[in-house]
């Protein structure tokens, strides 16, 4: 399958077979169920094969996701369209069908919500049927509709015209397009939509060289021969000066061919980077490549390694060995802001061509042609977010979770709430292929599959830190203490020198707020009110436009914003004051306070555009005596050597959270943003400023132990009856009326009480931690259970009988937050 636009109708006839139903998940919006359609008796059909369908008045493309024995009882097959046109089959492989089914039994959503989430935008568009005129045909027309509508055709050869618009232009227009079928002088073929086709773009070829050539001309063609034979025509012009004129004149001389040529759109930066040669494994690191290149077929691997113990180099020296083997290998990665730099080291080890990229930010484009690449064989290394998991890679050898205890991993908003850990390890056992996670700080889950003797999970370990670097000493400050000694700044004594020792040796540091925006909230000091968000029950976080140079009121979960009022909405006070503090106020007391420091900002109010990530970090690496102020992105695993000075502007902000993940995820950020110092030839530093210095957390931060922090927390999660010691299940309802989301949410939670489930302990309803958000009230029921009980007794579509109109059900399996 070189394309998946422009298959002719009548391309792929079978032999002929007994009446059969499909189920077709049409690619429309806004429909979710699939379609039953009849199978022509001409026509063989298969799960996965992309069909063209009837869909109103129109055909669109879509995929066949059951295929039935008997009509369903409910339909009438005298009143059931058929299915127009096989466009391609087997488009996926047997075992990834069972990868999506097994994904859509665990989570409870219908497999064509699975599909969705892993179909990239664009693949199966809605398509056209297009009428195009044979080139040299001279129809004899009887009809005065074919008569018109003939030298339209002629017009565009190239194309043609969509059946609509031909119908548009005449009234008889499908009597006239019927005669000129039957005369055989146009051909009918189906286009899927334009967003979804192959790029074009003129490339050169090299078809001979011949004697006679002027000097200039000889050096051309000898260049083109160095390139291969073959280059893109544009790219060509500009590495050798070469005219549109002298290439022209080379290709009547028969010496060269210029012709369009399908481009594969990449993600992919196109600046050149040097190659890179495997490095020397410490023993630890060769250890682990080791147990990796001998695991089993389908077994999970956990590599623990400290920050700079040098993951990424275990990774690329087990990932070489499948490339030899024509295998390809999928790494998934957290968050968008990593791809670029892993990218980079992947590129200079394996070259350009064998590398694709797929996520989010890439455009619709691109991720189509990510797709079709993978789908031909063509990548070997596909690195991605969470969605990538299902990349539909053909021998598949490995496949790589970087910083696996991320929650990026797991999708929250929409059906499914997948993880994409839990995904992962389905399609390695399918696959029989090993799974390898990777983290300085694993999920207490993932580590507990490690422990005891029937072990899920092969543990491995790097202790240290790579050419026998230290890990950077942990300084706690007690912010109560520089209050009491007059000390009102957001900068501790010891950060503030820290900051001025770091401008004066030139160095680079990094500052830590898990918040971005000014400042956390406005309030009232006459009344004491916050001003909030009229959609969410939450305040509005102050923000300072510096284009506009404007004070807004933003909301982090809906993004209203507002300016900020000059008196209070309330009491009409004009007492109001901005409380506590987010990134953008520390990038501005840093500016104030140190004048000399270069300061970058790190979070996504900076990060928004394509490439945003990427362009900070290269600004911030070349500059020295720089400081990068971020958020929760800083701690994805960044490295960035030329840091010394780490600084945690208010750890209090994670500590606190309302969560029994919360010490777990505490720690996890710390040790991850505390990474980032040292990781160069120069000694690290990190200043931690709280005003709870004696937190369980903070002492395991100071000592290094995370191991020792996850076995305490076990024991914890054990005596309370959380994961992993007991199974959770979320069920929320939303809505915009509240008393239709209560009453729906009771009505469930004392249906599932009439069961009396032995050993499954329903907790609720209650509202939300955030109870409303863009208007929509939220309301929620918990469910645990023993670690060895599923959830298949669950019945979804009867859970949702319980909603009414304008109620929605969202069924979260393994919930990581609430």
């Excluded at 209090?652 to 040292?678: C, K, N, Y």
């Amino acid at each position: 399958m070189s394309s998946l636009e422009g298959w002719r109708a009548g391309d792929m006839m079978h032999l002929a077979l007994p009446q059969v139903w499909a189920e077709v998940l049409v690619d429309c919006p806004g429909v979710e169920a699939p379609y039953t359609y009849a199978v022509n008796s001409q026509m063989a059909i298969a799960l996965g094969d992309v069909v063209l369908v009837p869909f109103g008045d129109r055909l669109v493309g879509g995929l066949v996701v059951r295929v039935l024995a008997e009509c369903p009882d409910d339909l009438d097959p005298a009143r059931i369209r058929s299915i127009h046109e096989v466009v391609a089959q087997s488009f996926f492989q047997a075992h990834y069908w069972d990868l999506l089914e097994r994904t859509a039994n665990y989570y409870h959503v219908p497999l064509t919500q699975v599909l969705r989430a892993a179909l990239p935008p664009g693949l199966l568009r809605r398509s056209q049927r297009r009428i195009r005129a044979l080139r040299g045909a001279q129809p004899i027309l009887r009809s005065q509709a074919a008569q018109r509508i003939w030298p339209l055709l002629q017009k565009n050869l190239e194309t043609g015209y969509s059946w609509r618009y031909l119908c548009q232009q005449h009234p008889q227009a499908p009597q006239g397009l019927r005669e000129l079928l039957q005369a055989g002088c146009v051909e009918s073929y189906i286009c899927l939509g334009k967003s979804a086709q192959a790029k074009q773009q003129l490339a050169i070829t090299l078809v001979q060289r011949l004697p006679g050539l002027t000097q200039r001309q000889a050096a051309i063609v000898a260049q083109l021969q160095q390139s291969g034979g073959e280059a893109w025509l544009q790219t060509f012009q500009q590495q050798t000066g070469a005219s549109r004129g002298l290439l022209d004149r080379l290709t009547e001389l028969g010496c060269v061919a210029i012709a369009p040529k399908e481009r594969l759109r990449s993600g992919i930066q196109t600046t050149d980077v040097e190659a890179d040669q495997p490095r020397v494994l410490t023993p630890a690191q060769a250890a682990a490549l080791a147990q990796i290149q001998k695991a089993d077929a389908g077994e999970t691997l956990l590599l623990h390694g400290v920050t700079g113990s040098g993951k990424t180099e275990v990774y690329l020296q087990a990932i070489a060995p499948f490339l030899d083997q024509q295998r390809s290998v999928l790494v998934l990665v957290p968050e968008i802001g990593l791809t670029p730099q892993l990218t980079e080291r992947f590129q200079q080890r394996f070259g350009r061509d064998r590398l694709c990229l797929y996520h989010s930010g890439l455009s619709d484009g691109e991720r189509y042609d990510a797709w079709r690449q993978m789908l031909l064989g063509g990548a070997r290394v596909v690195i991605g977010t969470r969605s990538a998991v299902f990349a539909p890679l053909p021998n598949l050898g490995l496949i790589i979770l970087d910083e696996e205890h991320d929650s990026s991993f797991k999708q929250e908003q929409t059906a499914p709430c997948y993880h994409a850990r839990q995904v992962a390890q389905w399609r390695s056992q399918l696959e029989g292929c090993p799974l390898l996670l990777g983290s300085a700080t694993p999920a207490l889950e993932t580590w507990a599959t490690t422990q005891g003797t029937e072990s899920q999970t092969h543990y491995l370990q790097l202790p240290d830190r790579v050419e026998a670097r230290s890990l950077p000493p942990i300084e706690i400050v007690d912010l109560r203490q520089e209050l009491a000694n007059g000390n009102r700044s957001i900068f501790s004594t010891k950060l503030q020198q820290a900051l001025i020792d770091l401008q004066q040796r030139g160095e680079q540091g990094i500052l830590f707020i898990h918040r971005r925006g000014h400042s956390t909230f406005v309030s009232c000091r006459a009344c004491g009110t916050a001003i909030g968000c009229p959609h969410c029950d939450v305040s509005l976080s102050y923000h300072l436009d510096q284009i506009l140079d404007q004070s807004l009121l933003r909301c982090h979960y809906c993004n209203y914003t507002q300016a900020q009022p000059q008196r209070c909405p309330v009491c009409d006070s004009p007492y109001l004051k901005n409380f506590g503090s987010g990134s953008q106020r520390v990038e501005a007391e840093v500016k104030r306070l140190f004048p000399e420091l270069t300061v970058f900002r790190y979070d996504s109010d900076t990060t928004r555009q394509k490439g945003g990530h990427q362009k900070v970090l290269d600004q911030f690496r070349s500059q020295p005596a720089s400081l990068l102020v971020g958020t929760q992105m800083l701690t994805k695993g960044i490295d960035l050597p030329q840091v010394t000075v780490v600084g945690v502007v208010a750890a209090d902000g994670l500590l606190h959270m309302p969560d029994f993940r919360a010490s777990e995820r505490s720690l996890q950020t710390l040790i991850q943003v505390a990474g980032r110092a040292g990781r160069g030839d120069r000694p690290g530093r990190v200043i931690v400023q709280t005003y709870s210095p004696d937190h369980p957390v903070l002492q395991h931060l100071a000592d290094h132990n995370y191991s020792q922090f996850l076995s305490e927390e076990l024991q914890e999660r054990q005596a309370h009856g959380y994961p992993p010691a007991q199974r959770l299940l979320l069920l929320s309802c939303s809505g915009l009326d509240e008393d239709a989301v209560i009453q729906a949410a009771e009505a469930i939670a004392d249906h599932l009480r009439e069961q009396a489930l032995e050993s499954v302990e329903i907790l609720g309803p209650a509202p939300a931690n955030i109870a409303r958000i863009a208007r929509r009230h939220r309301w929620q029921i918990l469910l645990k259970s023993p670690p060895d009980r599923d959830w298949n007794w669950l019945k979804p579509d009867q859970l949702r009988s319980f909603c009414r109109k304008g109620v929605s059900l969202l069924i979260d399996v393994d919930p990581i937050s609430f």
